[in-house]
């Protein structure tokens, strides 16, 4: 989408620059050194249906190894990652970091059966100033209520998009990908921003989790069928002929029943305008209370985080860096800003971290955080598991290819807290997750510099901390990308 009025432009065609077109090169070229490596004494080697007999020669060629049949014997009876994983990177990724933020907040959050990380990321940071400001020692910004107005946002915002789509076959790949996930739980920094921007936050206790938020399977499930129900009913309205007038009054009527299916599942939501009463005990044992509070007022007089202003510095190798780019009808607030990328190479992303961390800012970012890591240990290192010592081969897709076939891609949200600098070179970054006290180190995780690399794809950072030329590249026009790309997708 194109700015607040949702341009329905055709995606441009994707080319490879002279980089690209190397990578791709040298990933052709590495498949021919593996053919050439290959063995093919046996004519039965090329065929086109499995043989029996290959089968049987495999097996017996593979068992004749002894390190294999200890494999298959570890292996059959363990967790694979726990056979692989190396002692050494558990020992060396500890929680000492050389420059960290002066104050981290708590208790560490738990998002629970959600995906809520990405709301939860974002008030982890908002809570920092808070805290800070007014001297608390533990306070916690409601998630759910965020949660709410985006579920309702994004159940407008897709019958919006269904009914611009109108015109496409249900079966065309846009339908479909609309179809596909109508609510999901997951978001992006300009989505956090479309949303306190219009309905501000409130303390936790003001609107408290329910189960339904903790636990969010079976309410995305049932709104996910009324919400298909509903856009095959739009789309018969649209090609009926019945007015818009006539069409924007059954989506409304749509979007109330959402609304009371919600309210049902969570509770009544506080109002952006509704006013409350904000008390409590700072960490000197002084009392203060503040009256006729709105959410909205709290977040921009008490928060006071220009959450407008940030902005998404991505990597991803597959494009041009120094360009802008978005995702066609990806939204939440129908009419808000777009989701904008300005996309980097990881250097100048680090930088500008490193640089929000020296100044007392932690970093909301996005990455894939199942790929070499483990979670309960805390650790997320791409020498943590050695894939080649039970199986004699390991994955091999590069940072670009992982994306252009969707092995990897943005799957959760979390906040920098540090980063540990030897010899002027990033070695390890502080991680605070949402997923309780009983993960990592009390909540805390670590990432290696070279996880980062590979599986860190976004970073949200103010201009201050970027030069002019990386600021700028927000006044181009975005280039858009499918709903269906990797970086499309929602922490």
Not at 122 to 145: G, P
Request: charged content about 25%; proline content about 4%.
């Amino acid at each position: 989408m194109m700015g607040a009025t949702h341009s329905t432009a055709a995606v441009r065609s994707q080319t490879w620059n002279q980089e690209q077109e190397t990578k791709e090169y040298k990933s052709e070229k590495s498949a021919y050194n593996l053919l050439s490596e290959l063995s093919f004494a046996d004519e039965d080697q090329t065929f086109r249906e499995l043989t029996l007999k290959s089968i049987k020669k495999w097996e017996e060629q593979f068992l004749s190894e002894p390190k294999n049949r200890l494999a298959v014997s570890a292996v059959t009876k363990n967790d694979i990652k726990t056979i692989v994983q190396q002692p050494s990177a558990i020992i060396k990724d500890s929680q000492i970091f050389s420059d960290q933020i002066s104050f981290d907040g708590a208790p560490m959050t738990n998002q629970r059966s959600s995906g809520r990380c990405w709301i939860f990321a974002a008030t982890s940071v908002f809570r920092v100033y808070l805290m800070k400001k007014y001297k608390l020692d533990k306070f916690e910004l409601s998630q759910q209520y965020l949660f709410f107005w985006d579920k309702l946002e994004k159940a407008n915002y897709f019958l919006e998009q269904i009914i611009e789509t109108a015109n496409e076959e249900v079966g065309s790949r846009i339908v479909a990908e609309l179809m596909k996930v109508p609510v999901n739980d997951g978001g992006q920094w300009d989505m956090v921003v479309n949303l306190v921007e219009r309905y501000g936050v409130v303390p936790q206790k003001a609107y408290p989790d329910s189960f339904n938020s903790m636990k969010s399977q079976a309410v995305n499930s049932f709104v996910t069928s009324k919400l298909r129900e509903f856009g095959l009913q739009l789309r018969a309205m649209c090609s009926s002929g019945l007015s818009t007038i006539a069409i924007q009054r059954a989506k409304a009527k749509m979007v109330n029943t959402i609304y009371n299916i919600l309210v049902i599942c969570f509770g009544p939501p506080p109002k952006p305008d509704e006013q409350f009463t904000w008390e409590f005990r700072d960490t000197d044992g002084k009392f203060h209370s503040y009256n006729n509070l709105t959410p909205i007022s709290f977040f921009k007089d008490f928060v006071g985080y220009k959450a407008a202003s940030h902005f998404s510095l991505i990597n991803d190798p597959r494009h041009e860096y120094g360009k802008l780019y978005t995702v066609s009808r990806l939204g939440n607030v129908y009419g808000g800003v777009p989701i904008r990328y300005v996309n980097v190479d990881m250097d100048t992303m680090k930088t500008a971290v490193i640089a929000m961390i020296k100044k007392d800012h932690p970093v909301f970012f996005g990455c894939d955080v199942g790929k070499y890591s483990d979670s309960q240990l805390g650790i997320m290192d791409p020498k943590l598991f050695d894939y080649k010592l039970a199986f004699d081969t390991s994955p091999g897709l590069n940072k670009a290819e992982r994306l252009l076939v969707k092995e990897s891609q943005v799957t959760h949200a979390m906040v920098l807290h540090g980063v540990h600098i030897v010899g002027g070179k990033s070695t390890k970054w502080k991680v605070q997750n949402s997923w309780g006290e009983d993960k990592g180190e009390k909540g805390w995780f670590v990432m290696t510099d070279d996880w980062m690399d590979e599986y860190c794809y976004q970073a949200v950072v103010s201009p201050e901390f970027v030069t002019k030329e990386i600021a700028a590249i927000l006044q181009q026009e975005a280039t858009p990308l499918p709903l269906w790309d990797p970086i499309g997708a929602l922490a």
